[in-house]
Every structure is written in C-alpha cells, then in structure tokens.
C-alpha cells in the first residue's frame, strides 16, 4: 500500500535558519504529492502540492520539488520566521480513478525561536 | 466565507452511547472525507464520499459509520463508541479529485470516550 515518511520532529531553529523537512513516498502509480501546514488550534492547510516528476511547488517562501528517482518530496525554506512555528504533514493521493484517498506523513512540529 | 464547519468541537460521553459529528461545506464541493489525528500517526482516513450517496472506506473505518445523502453534509456516526475512539477529528472537503483539488479542513472536534 501507499505510504508516507517523515523526518521525526521536533524540530527547533532560530529565526532566520535554513530550513528542510524530509518526506519520501512509497506509492503505485503516479501519485500527486503535498504539504499540508497545521497551526496550533486549527484544521490543516494546503501549504504546496506538485502533481507530476520534477515539478516545483512553492508558496509562502516554502519549496518542494517532486523527485520520482528518489520519491522523496523535500520541504524547504530559505529563512524561517517565529510565525512558521506548526506541525508539517506530507501528504500524497495516488491518482488512481476512483480511488480517492490521501495518505498523510505523521507529521513534523516544527518550531522558531526568536 | 467558504468554510467546513464541524459539530460539535469537543464532546466527552461514555462507552456505547451512540453519537454524530455533523460536518456542513457551504463551497458546493463534491469531494468530503473524515480523518481522525492521534499522535504519532498523523492524519488517517476513516471514510470518504466522491459525491452523493457514493462512499467508501478510508485506513480505519472499523466503528465508524457516514452518510451522503445531501451535498453539503457528511456526518460521522458511531454507533457504540469505545475508548480506542478517543481522538481528534477533522472533516474535509474538496472540489474534485484528490490529485488536482487541495482539500479544505474544518477546526477538529475532539472526542473523549470514557
């Protein structure tokens, strides 16, 4: 079956820091990949997707690019901000027709300190 | 405003007594789904609807129930709840497929089984 696996958390940097959060896939087909954001208190969000090989999905100053040799979905930022500070699930749907599930990661905490 | 809205957002009752979670989408998606959050695991499936009256299983749909009878609502029904249900539950929706729609979240309702 499909599944996701994250780098474990927690993660704490300083402000400003480099930031990568690992995601690699197993999955059948030619599955579309995401990045979901979960704030404290809050329901998940779309952070990026990217839906075939080699394609970049980007958004808020995140990045992620889809490497199918690798199936891995990397999450990166050039500079975070205390206003980062979540919990980052990667997430993937198999695009198999009729068959609509998405698989999430077990998620990554990460938080930024001033 | 476009939103899933839940209900209830928290709620502790005791073993066997049958409950609902309401989830309503006011954004005329096609697409809901219901995740359970337990720490350590992510987010996993229950069950999901790709349009009225159609639904199927999800990871984990063991105790649970759903129903699709009208567009915008999806409740989640069990029948005789049982501690291992304690968790935090998130509806969702989305425009269509999974592959090419991100998913909206509501805010979660945490449920305790005693």
């Known amino acids: 079956g499909n599944s996701v696996t994250q780098m474990e958390g927690p993660v704490t940097l300083s402000e400003e820091a480099f930031l990568t959060i690992n995601c690699t896939y197993t999955a059948t087909g030619y599955p579309s990949l995401f990045w979901y954001v979960q704030y404290p208190g809050e329901g998940l969000q779309l952070l990026l997707k990217a839906t075939k090989a080699d394609d970049k999905g980007s958004n808020k100053g995140f990045e992620a690019t889809y490497r199918k040799e690798t199936t891995s979905f990397h999450l990166e930022k050039g500079s975070v901000q205390v206003s980062d500070s979540a919990v980052y699930f990667c997430a993937l749907s198999d695009g198999i027709f009729g068959n609509e599930k998405l698989t999430f990661g077990t998620g990554t905490r990460l938080t930024i300190i001033p | 405003e476009a939103q899933v809205t839940q209900n209830p957002r928290y709620l502790i009752t005791v073993t066997g007594k049958k409950l609902t979670v309401t989830c309503s989408q006011n954004m005329n998606h096609e697409y809901m789904s219901w995740y359970r959050q337990d720490p350590g695991l992510g987010l996993r499936q229950i069950y999901y609807s790709m349009n009225v009256e159609v639904t199927d299983k999800g990871d984990v749909p063991e105790g649970y129930k759903v129903s699709r009878k009208e567009k915008r609502n999806f409740p989640l029904i069990l029948e005789s709840p049982s501690p291992n249900q304690t968790s935090l539950y998130f509806c969702?929706?989305?425009?269509?497929?999974?592959?090419?729609?991100?998913?909206?979240f509501g805010d979660g309702t945490r449920l305790s089984i005693l």
């Open positions: 969702a929706s989305s425009l269509g497929r999974l592959s090419n729609q991100p998913q909206h």
